[in-house]
């Protein structure tokens, strides 16, 4: 089971990046997909979440502003965050769990799976 996030970067408040996360070595079509971040000091927070039925999940601090979709063909799920605020700040993470087909993605079952993270910076 592989999970490779990219396209973080800096950008200017109010700028837009999409972060990409490319799946491989399980079903893909049939499990959730979900995008957390974590900033220095804090804890790690569930960003967004799209599940094998297209159902998708906001975090209310992203609502609005970030859409989350699924390209089943390419094993890859996307991220289009718009309207960024130095607050987006963070290392983006995104996640499975292939005991499930719904969000949100549960953390620390026995079948679990994370990126290596992408750093996104808000900052002018």
């Known amino acids: 089971v592989q999970l490779v996030e990219s396209g973080g970067g800096l950008v200017q408040p109010g700028g837009s990046l999409r972060l990409s996360c490319a799946a491989s070595?399980?079903?893909?079509?049939?499990?959730?997909i979900g995008w957390f971040r974590q900033a220095p000091g804090k804890e790690r927070e569930g960003v967004s979440c799209?599940?094998?039925?297209?159902?998708?999940y906001y975090a209310d601090s992203v609502k609005g502003r970030f859409t989350i979709s699924r390209d089943n063909a390419k094993s890859t799920v996307y991220l289009q965050m718009n309207n960024l605020k130095p607050a987006d700040t963070a290392v983006y993470y995104c996640?499975?769990?292939?005991?499930?087909?719904?969000?949100?993605?549960?953390?620390?079952?026995?079948?679990?799976?994370w990126g290596q993270g992408t750093q996104v910076t808000v900052s002018s």
């Open positions: 996640a499975t769990d292939l005991l499930s087909s719904s969000c949100p993605v549960r953390v620390g079952t026995d079948r679990n799976y």
């Open positions: 799209i599940s094998s039925s297209d159902g998708t």
């Open positions: 070595g399980f079903s893909f079509r049939y499990t959730p």
